[in-house]
């Protein structure tokens, strides 16, 4: 197999190049995922902003200066995702996949994470198996069309601020295995504890002294450090669910592309509702992706219209991270979830 950067054959394909993605190729690519029905052209920009503002790192297989696929690699710590991998309709079964997905595994190797995960679909899945992944549950993707409606209509009460509603509130235990203080007000230090039962939620628009504790409440549901990816997509458009007391108990962040959706982590199910209901866009198309096991998340969405379009299959090499994905109720995509 062609190291980085070098020349030989892959089973047979004779004068490819596995490199590092070049500024030039990225509008290049856009005719590569459109072709290989992986993500469509937009991919192309979600691989640009991997290698351009998080670290990562994009892959070309590139045989004479024509482009047949590509793939990614970015870490978070202890845990590195690999995504965008694509390989042109005429050359698959050649090895393309195989070889971009062992380049990525050997650059998140480098970058010192102890565990590779990505996202399968089931064309994919068995090329990540011969090289030692091993299925951890499957995403959902669920899209809304602009015709569609809302089965019921959200209705988000604001924040009850009373000291009679302060002093009713509900101490509530975390998840299984959460020995953590129960949230996080903006500007503080600690992580935040995920509950099913706390008192309603109020959104409003982020503001840049809330995302310490927005990356305090993303550490403990994906259990991977995503500073350097929320701070590149903290601002415009982001929202944030305060509890009565002011806590942030959950965030969305917009797809760094543009478009509808993105990320959205809450610590319950009831902030992680009011944040899906508040970013929607009436009368808009829109896609979601987000956790089978968050049947809550679900719901709320198919509530609102929205219809499992598709599925994919988490895997992983290495130890999983104390991954929660009921806290999960949306991904920014099916790369980096």
Known sequence: MPERGGRGSIRGVSGVTIRPARPADFERLRGVFARAKLGGPSM??????VQGRLGGEAFVADAGGELLGAGAAVAFGVN??????????GWRGAGLGTALTATAARWIAAAGADTMSLHAT???????????????????????TAEAGPEETARLAPANRSPEARAGAMDTPGLPGADLPSGVRPGQAGSPNLSSADPPVGI???????LDAALALDRVVTGEDRAQLLRAVWGSGCLVAEDADGRVVGFHAPKPAGGAGGATVARDERAGAALQAAWQRPGSEATVVLPEANAAGRQALEAHGYRVTGATTLMRRGPAPAYRPEGVFGGFNLFWG
């Open 44 to 49: 192309a920009g979600e691989l640009a902003f």
């Open 80 to 89: 590195g995702w690999i995504g965008g991998v694509a390989v042109l309709p």
């Open 122 to 144: 089931a064309m994919g899945r068995p090329i990540y198996e011969r090289l030692g992944f091993a299925a951890d549950g499957r995403w959902l993707r669920l899209t809304i």
């Open 204 to 210: 409003r628009a982020a503001r840049a002294g809330d």
